[in-house]
Nanobody, 128 residues
Framework: VQLQASGGGLVQAGGSLRLSCAAS????????MGWFRQAPGKEREFVTA?????????YSDSVKGRFTISRDNAAENTVHLQMNNLKPEDTAVYYC?????????????????????WGKGTQVTVSS
């Protein structure tokens, strides 16, 4: 499975960006998808995840209420991350991630680092 992320860029604080991640390759079967991020000098951290059906989502406390993850209804192998009210501390390289299994339990495992596939990162920079 290959994950292709897009949509990063430079934005002022309070602005918005939308990231997308498209999965290709052997994408049969259920899988959860999500995003992690890594700021300079810091460890990679969980941001958000969504189940196969899109019926359940999970967010880190730092982005809850500002970020929204969703599955693309037209392209089911694609997820979007809408990031609103961006803050300078959101500056990081954002990585798309995926793991087998479509359940909430699978999403919990992804959150704890049980990632099966990583995409290349996309840079998000928020200026103050």
């Amino acid at each position: 499975v290959q994950l292709q992320a897009s949509g990063g860029g430079l934005v002022q604080a309070g602005g918005s960006l939308r990231l997308s991640c498209a999965a290709s390759g052997r994408t049969f079967g259920n899988y959860v998808m999500g995003w992690f991020r890594q700021a300079p000098g810091k460890e990679r951290e969980f941001v958000t995840a969504i189940t196969w059906s899109g019926g359940a989502t999970d967010y880190s406390d730092s982005v809850k209420g500002r970020f929204t993850i969703s599955r693309d209804n037209a392209a089911e192998n694609t997820v979007h991350l809408q990031m609103n009210n961006l803050k300078p501390e959101d500056t990081a390289v954002y990585y798309c991630a995926s793991a087998s299994g479509g359940s909430i339990r699978s999403m919990e495992l992804l959150r704890s680092g049980g990632v099966h596939y990583w995409g290349k990162g996309t840079q998000v920079t928020v200026s103050s």
